[in-house]
């Protein structure tokens, strides 16, 4: 009995793992960017008019500067050795949901960077909304509670209020449906996903010619 080796198939069978661990392992070792969103603070010119002045008021920490806030006093190169604690806090004043309060993190000059990047991750660990620094007079760090209005039911993505108004938000892929759907799902891949689909649709096509001239020959 004669053994028939296709070639292509055989290339692809090695080729295609290779590629898949070649650009897989690239797209592992890319540098993940972090970003640090920071506003700064608007300016009353005597020029502003009496709404430009209400709307930069509005905009400012003014409106929160007298809320009740904890204060914490971060002392230099502490606030990762601290982390577990502020944690704790954070959660502890989501839990108690009372209006106007919040942590005031007290950081100064003597204050590292990485005592100010902590205290942003420990508010992204306990999943903290509201915050940011007090960048007029203090540059105090100010997390402020997110109010939940108790009379407010959330059931998933159908939101209930007191007053009897329904919203229904739901996500794109729930209601799409065939072929609508495989379009949503293929846009949602990543770009490399493409290179390795049409890798592996260019080894199937040239494996199915060599297997149909291998068929008419024989």
Not at 78 to 102: D, F, I, M
Not at 176 to 185: I, V
Request: proline share 4%.
């Amino acid at each position: 009995m004669r053994r028939i080796y296709y070639v292509p198939g055989i290339l692809s069978a090695v080729m295609i793992p290779i590629l898949f661990w070649f650009y897989g392992n690239r797209e592992l070792q890319k540098p993940i960017p972090n970003v640090i969103d920071l506003g700064l603070p608007h300016k009353v010119h005597s020029t502003s008019s009496k709404e430009e002045k209400n709307r930069i008021y509005q905009n400012s920490f003014e409106p929160y500067r007298s809320w009740n806030y904890k204060k914490i006093i971060v002392k230099p190169n502490t606030a990762r050795q601290n982390s577990n604690y502020y944690v704790s806090e954070l959660k502890k004043l989501q839990q108690r949901n009372q209006k106007e309060t919040g942590i005031e993190f007290i950081i100064n000059d003597e204050n590292s960077y990485d005592d100010f990047i902590s205290i942003l991750n420990d508010c992204h660990i306990s999943k903290q909304e509201m915050y940011g620094v007090d960048m007029d007079k203090t540059w105090h760090l100010f997390v402020l509670v997110n109010y939940k209005d108790p009379k407010k039911i959330d059931r998933g993505y159908d939101i209930v209020y007191g007053n009897d108004n329904i919203i229904y938000d739901y996500k794109e892929s729930d209601y799409l449906q065939g072929f609508q759907k495989l379009s949503y799902q293929i846009s949602q891949l990543p770009k490399q996903a493409f290179y390795f689909i049409f890798g592996f649709l260019i080894f199937l096509n040239i494996s199915m010619l060599s297997i149909k001239e291998s068929f008419q020959k024989h």
